[in-house]
């Protein structure tokens, strides 16, 4: 990314502040719904929500990824995948035995 | 012979050298904090009792934070733009305001943390707690490496754009991509353990 | 490389964290690290000061491997020679470019984990410690909500990747000896890289067939029991295609070869004993045996030590200009071979018959041990003899840097670019931009004079 005109530039320029704008909109929204005290599924699941789109500007846009190449597509998809298996597999094989047995009567 | 593709990208890739080498390491980083968020779930959901974030937690303080951090994110974007329009004096000031960004962050920080300490909130008084300076703190550490780099590019590093403007910016961008993922994390980490 | 200073940084940092770990032996009170390299707690959490030095000792090495992971993805995708694709690579750069994203991506959840386990040490937190937790007769002070399992599933989702990072290399290895001394191509190169990238993906998966008596569930055991014999597969084809490529090749048994040969049997020995440890219910008898023992040494030892071997005795003359003395490197390799085997075979017998690993006494304690203290004996004399058999080998090690055969930059008559630098190279390595013109192993083409058509010259 190197070498761009300034007509690219100034396009680019009135992305950043439209996507500075929305983050700050989604922020006051994740808060107020933090203030709403949802149970604990629903409330985790708006929050992952509004922060997934937030990131996801500032992925797409700050670091360009939208424009990206493919090579920089694979490594972070790949990345993805893990960080997924990360987060999920100890929980389900932690609990595993446990809550399947749990409502058995 | 001299390194290429330092500066220039390679055709059959479309990049350069620097700017695989910052992704890979975001790459390594995004799993460094997925296994401290899977931490997170497993000692929640593990736990019998768990504390709202907000229940403990400053929110006000922390949204200001959140806010701090987009901004810096932005300037930090168009601290690069700016080089690409060759307007070195732009550039300065919103690398600058970048940095000073970053400072505020680290301030509040220093104020969050005080407050818990004088409460008598230690990382050993709960798992709670533990998980909260944990992933705050290397958090933390981050911005303060991100800051170490951004001065540098704006004071001493930044004689490199009068000779090899190009490589500068580039530089510049990459330092940013780590910037803007210093800020991503927060993004996750803010709802996690404030408003949950 | 692409980041020479990185590189260097790599070096320092992995420097540090062996200084700061072997400082850890010199400790006064508190002793050494004595947690195992598992560093599971709670016993970590409450051991010596030691293994606090250990953890950050891990960070150091750690950061290293992030460092260099990163320059050589870097430098394998970017700072290729014109003419030098994907599918050019000599096997062994597929093998390093792999392991390279397994580091990458498995290493910092162990960083994390470090940094927890240091916090519970340091900052009396309790991620590890589960309530109530007792030590010596008294309820451990900062004990409380933590889990054990935390710790062992954040450690085996890199140790699991590591043992491949620990093979793919000399597997590599063992490639470019092979291919170099039968005079053939190797065969299945195609299916060969393309098990290694399933073999890479798949060591994501597997990691709690390290767990299976912690307690998880039948569906759990089962994913990961299932998993684990997939990935069998891309080792089994790696092997097969190494062994077909013997086919036919007109065998030179230099040193370099005899240890390549001796890792085909080994390696197989060691991958087959790994089966009944992948299949949760078999695993329960053998886990924490000397079975264990001697499956992970029979692949690590006659595996990646014999491909560490075969790599020192090929590159040694590109390295330093002259040959290793032939006839020391035959007696380091029977010797080498025949004690292995004599110190790790009797190991499957002790762990069939129940014996736990790390007793301090080898079982001798226990009434269902007696018959099988014997191999105990036999182990050990086979470690004796095994390490005098090294002699020849660190004899021949710097004794040919001076009185060595003096040779030029292609003493194997090889085909890959490396051979295309003098021996030593020079800084830079090459005398000018190497250029590569075909694939890696055309060896015997017909109608040539030599049998051997390097990648790098034109014609």
New interface residues.
Partial sequence: MSGSHDVDIDKHVRIYITVFVSLMVLTLITVAVGYLHLPVGPAVAVALLIASIKGGLVACYFMHLISERKLIYYVLFSTVVLFLVLLLVPLVTVHDGTWINRHIP | ?E???T?A??ED?????G???I???L?????????????Y???R????EWP?G?TILN?PLA?FN??VL??S??T???AW?SL??RRFGTFRIYQGVTVLLGGVFLMVKYFEYSAKFHHEL???T??FM??Y??LTG?HMLHVIGGMVVNAYLLGPGSKLYKTNP?WF??RV?NS??FW??V??VW??L???L??? | MAFPKINMLSYQSYFLGGVTMIASFFIPEGGAAQAGWTSYPPLANISGSGQTWWLIGMIFLITSSLLGSINFIVTTIQLRAPGLTFMRFPFFVWAQFVTSFLLLLAFPPLEAAGVLQLMDRVAGTSFFMPTGLVVSGQVAPNAGGGNPLLWQHLFWFLAHPEVYVLILPAMGIVAEVIANNTRKPLWGYRSMVYSLGFLGFMSFIVWAHHMFMTGMGTVMSTFFQTTTMIISIPSVVILTALILSLWGGSIRFTTPMLFALAFLPMFGIGGLTGLPLGLSVTDIPLHDTYYVIGHFHYVVAPGTLFGLMAGIYYWYPKATGRMMNEFLGKLHFWGSFVFMNLVFMPMFFLGLAGVSRRLFDGGETYQFAQPALHYNVMSSWGAWMLGIAQIPFIINFFWSMKGGRKVGANPWEATTLEWAAPSPPPHGNFDHPPEVYRGPYEYSVPGRTTDFQPQFERA
Avoid: C, Q
């Fill in positions: 012979m390194i290429p593709y500066v990208a390679r890739t479309g990049l350069n050298n700017k695989i080498g992704w890979l390491f790459a390594s980083e995004v799993m460094l904090f997925g296994a401290l968020f899977a931490t779930i497993l000692l959901v593990g736990s019998t709202h907000y929110v949204t959140t806010i987009i901004s994110s932005v930090m974007v168009m733009a690409m329009r230690f990382p050993r709960n798992n533990a998980i300076f944990t290397l190009e910016t580039n961008e940013g991509l803007h993922f800020d991503l993004i996750f803010f709802p996690t404030y408003l949950l």
